[in-house]
């Protein structure tokens, strides 16, 4: 189970934020009530859920480097794919939320930090069928076990790159890659995930997606989120509890919302 400060972290965020009700941007109030309050039809996930399935019933065990932050569920190197499937794999309501913010970004090119089993990567093919999804994951065996299944659901244009985001995400990896949006899933650390921004804030366009997973994680996360929402390159920041989205936006004004999501378990 989450932790008791993980739990109490969750009503803060439900205190501070607010419905479409209390919003005055027009940005906002759309994102809010074509967005976030939408739902989304099992039929448009097939892919991920169906996967999701087969991964729950699973009696295989891998061997996990972790390179991130741990887990509040398990500490073991040997884990089962059914445990990770439920507690590491992107879950369902996180997943239809990231499904819906995706397809209204509509990114040609994704890059995902963090693939574990693939289940999120086919939530981001889901959303854009014809878009180009690379995504990065450090532990081998995870990132064999990821192109084995994204391979046999049928989705096409996924690459996963195997290999520790600090090496491969370099400015030149980036510069040629040109991603719209980036999904930072990966790495639940304090230092990594201000490194991992600044690199990619050094390059972002106005049209450029950052969204960052479990900023309220931690105390150490939620330092993160709150050096990235001070950063004068950010324009916007949306905290949904689950996910930090941060827009560089030229023409909007400098502004932090915590918008209500029940969609984050």
């Known amino acids: 189970m989450p932790s008791l400060s993980f739990i109490l972290r969750y009503f803060r965020y439900l205190h501070k934020s607010v419905t479409a009700h209390g919003l005055h941007s027009p940005y906002m109030y759309q994102l809010m009530t074509e967005v976030i309050e939408k739902s989304t039809s099992r039929q448009d996930v097939m892919l991920p859920e169906q996967l999701r399935k087969k991964l729950l019933a699973s009696k295989e065990k891998i061997q ?44 040609d090119v994704v890059l995902e930090l963090g693939t574990s089993l693939g289940i999120g990567s086919l939530y981001l093919k889901a959303a854009l069928p014809s878009a180009r999804i690379v995504t990065i994951e450090g532990c081998p065996n995870i990132a064999r076990l990821a192109r084995r299944n994204i391979s046999e659901s049928g989705a096409s244009d996924v690459e996963v ?41 050094d390059v972002a366009t106005s049209e450029t997606v950052l969204i960052f997973d479990d900023i309220h994680w931690s105390e150490e996360m939620e330092e993160a989120w ?5 950063d004068e390159r950010v324009r916007v920041t949306i905290d949904l509890f689950i996910f930090g989205v941060v827009l560089f936006r030229k023409e909007m004004s400098k502004q932090h919302f ?8």
């Open 64 to 107: 996990v480097t972790d390179l991130g932050g741990g887990s509040h569920f398990t500490r073991s190197d040997w884990r089962q794919l059914r445990l990770l499937a439920r507690y590491s794999g992107r879950r369902p309501g996180p997943g239809k939320l990231l499904f819906r913010l995706v397809k209204h970004f509509n990114p």
């Open 161 to 201: 790159i195997e290999g520790a985001f600090d090496i491969v995400l370099t400015s030149d990896f980036i510069k040629r890659l040109n991603p719209r949006m980036i999904l930072f899933d990966g790495n639940h650390r304090k230092a990594p995930t201000i490194d991992f921004f600044n690199r990619l804030a």
């Open 226 to 230: 709150e050096s990235i929402k001070a």
């Open 258 to 265: 915590v918008l209500r999501n029940w969609d984050c378990f």
